[in-house]
């Protein structure tokens, strides 16, 4: 029996059994588009946005090795076209990414893309026309996975190279002659060579 004067718990919103749909909730940015082009001592990122209103900044990583990201520069939220000039010395090849620190803290990373340095790719596959069942791949980057498709699209092989990266033979399955497309996985980026098997 509850007095006058006892104490109630109130439990507000208590008929409310999804809270989280009236919770303000506001997308991160997107970023339609992303591109760089080398200058002279510099890489020129470049990218466009939607829906900024809950940003705070967008933060421009690069890395030499696709595990290890830094910060190359920051850009507030203020047109939706961004530019921001990378300074560097060489021409290495490497990966840039953009954070998207949100107003609450919160931040969210885009899709990885590799800037090639001169005569450098990501990754080396050798020799293109294969007679046996070896095949080199010499990776800047460390590789985590290899797939080979058909033409079609159809994956014909995997393997798993838990991030090696310099020179390594890769023994493959016999194959049907033909064209395939041998694609490399790195952490934020992918690589993709032509492979013609000739039995």
Known sequence: MNSARSQQNIIVDKDNTRPETNARVMTPAKITTFAASRGNGYNDIQWTALYEKDTRRFIVEYSKDGITFQTAGEAMPLTGDYSLKHYILGDESLIYRIRVEKK?????????FLLDGIDIPPVKIYPTAVEGNLVNVDAVFPVQRINITSTDGRQVYAQDMGGVSGYSRVTIPPLSK?????????????FTSKIIVGR
């Open 104 to 112: 609450d803290g919160r931040y969210f990373n885009s899709n990885a």
């Open 178 to 190: 033909g064209m395939y497309l041998l694609s490399c996985y790195g952490n934020g980026w992918q």
